[in-house]
């Protein structure tokens, strides 16, 4: 007989069969005076072949349990009696509201807990949209199709040339905002991407993405969803923004300009942070009320035409200026052909003099390089210090008050989409294009988080 149930093996495995206990099943273990309860889950490769059972608490959180020979197992109840209905209660969309697409790239902001494996997968039908969100319907008329399935961290700039078209058609067709599910992690690099390979928009392109998953009590799915929908259909901007909470609690959302957002925390569920300038709204999807509080750059218009532009060079690096800097890494980069490079250095713009050389040799092959800081908050200023202007004078383009990574996206854009004469990348790094860069900064901008 194989061993192998339900992802567990050997003992383990044998004692789950004679309990006839199957994924799903909601289980009491005991261990001389411990005592846990949960649905059991199916077994991870991570935990190899050890005697562990993993049970989903009633706070939504798995843990491991170790089977020892003081280990009870008992079946509390079957998982056919505690499985929800899988058909979902129909609710009739109002054809007279906003229409909205989602386009989901992966990520966990759209799925659900499903017992018959004890996983969570993917909900994206519109009726299990609906069911999971019922006020979704009251805000617009909703489709949904899945454009890729990838972790954020495996997006490349070949999967923002097909994001990018995806949205530019529903465009054409008319639709009234288009809001994308995305991971967290890579999130504001591909709304950034976004804002530049798409002119002229007509109407908003909203990133929406969960810091924990559905099955979890703390999931901030459900509202960051209501807001993103609430944000597509009926803000007044046509700009690619990131959605998320404002603050730890269910109070208001933030959208944020894509070409100026950081995630800032790891899994705090405001972890989005707008650097360099302020949010552009505040959101509120219970009230149904839109707050905009900064400069709208592209206005919502419908009778306006998208211009597609959406080439990315992959050739570009962005690097990291740190004590010890190898300069064999920038003639590494020039060796291979890169297209461009982008670095982020030290306070107003600095890497070490010792770099110099190579970065004017990179100019000199005709490699754009630009100058950002890992300081985030403030703007590059090369000309205060000799180092500054040094690389200055070798080439390097100041990137102002560019995040590295909107600098980066930018320059892979303007690369593969505009052009690689030097001059023309030059003059084109560092003209405002869709808010990327903010002509003045106050100390209003300084890095702080009021709501802690």
Request: proline share 5%.
């Amino acid at each position: 007989m194989d061993s192998d149930y339900f992802g567990y093996k050997g003992r383990v495995a044998e004692i789950l069969r004679k309990k006839n206990v199957s994924v799903g099943d909601r289980i009491v273990i005991k261990k001389k005076e411990k005592v846990f309860e949960g649905v059991l889950m199916p077994r991870e490769k991570l935990y190899g072949d050890k005697p562990i059972i993993v049970i989903k608490l009633n706070n939504g959180y798995n843990i491991g349990v170790r089977v020892d020979e003081y280990t009870e197992i008992f079946i509390k109840q079957k998982r056919s009696t505690i499985t929800p209905s899988l058909k979902p209660r129909v609710r009739t969309q109002n054809l007279d509201l906003p229409k909205v697409t989602l386009l989901s790239t992966g990520g966990t902001i759209v799925s659900k807990v499903d017992y018959e494996t004890g996983a969570v997968r993917p909900a994206l039908s519109v009726e299990e949209l609906i069911e999971f969100i019922p006020e979704i319907s009251d805000i617009a008329v909703l489709d949904a199709r899945e454009i890729l399935n990838v972790f954020s961290e495996d997006i490349t700039p070949r999967d923002w040339e097909k994001i990018a078209r995806e949205i530019y058609e529903e465009m054409l067709e008319g639709v009234d905002g288009i809001v994308v599910a995305h991971g967290t992690d890579m999130m504001a690099y591909t709304a950034a991407a976004m804002a530049f390979a798409i002119r002229n928009k007509p109407v908003p392109i909203v990133f929406v993405g969960a810091q924990r998953s559905s099955d979890r009590p703390s999931s901030d799915s459900a509202f960051n969803l209501l807001s993103a929908f609430l944000t597509a259909s009926r803000a007044p901007f046509a700009e690619s923004v990131v959605v998320m909470h404002g603050e730890t609690g269910d109070t208001y959302a933030l959208a944020h300009r894509g070409v100026k957002v950081r995630k800032m925390h790891t899994s705090r569920r405001d972890a989005f942070q707008t650097i360099n300038d302020k949010p552009l709204a505040v959101i509120d999807p219970y009230e149904k009320k839109i707050k905009i509080v900064n400069k709208i750059i592209e206005e919502r218009n419908k009778q306006k035409e998208p211009v597609l532009e959406n080439k990315f060079d992959e050739k570009v690096a962005l690097i990291k200026a740190y004590p010890g800097f190898q300069i064999d890494i920038i003639h590494y980069l020039v060796d291979k052909k890169y297209h461009g490079i982008v670095i982020e250095g030290s306070g107003l713009g600095h890497i070490t003099n010792r770099v110099v050389d190579a970065i004017k040799r990179a100019v000199e092959e005709e490699i754009p390089v630009v100058m950002t800081s890992q300081c985030l908050f403030g703007r590059v200023d090369m000309y205060v210090y000799s180092t500054g202007r040094r690389l200055i004078e070798a080439g390097v383009i100041p990137g102002n008050d560019m995040l590295p990574e909107t600098a980066y996206v930018k320059l892979s854009w303007i690369l593969g989409s505009k052009t690689r004469n030097l001059d023309e990348v030059r003059a084109l790094m560092t003209t405002n294009t869709a808010g990327e860069m903010n002509p003045r900064l106050t100390i209003d901008l300084y890095p702080r988080w009021p709501h802690i």
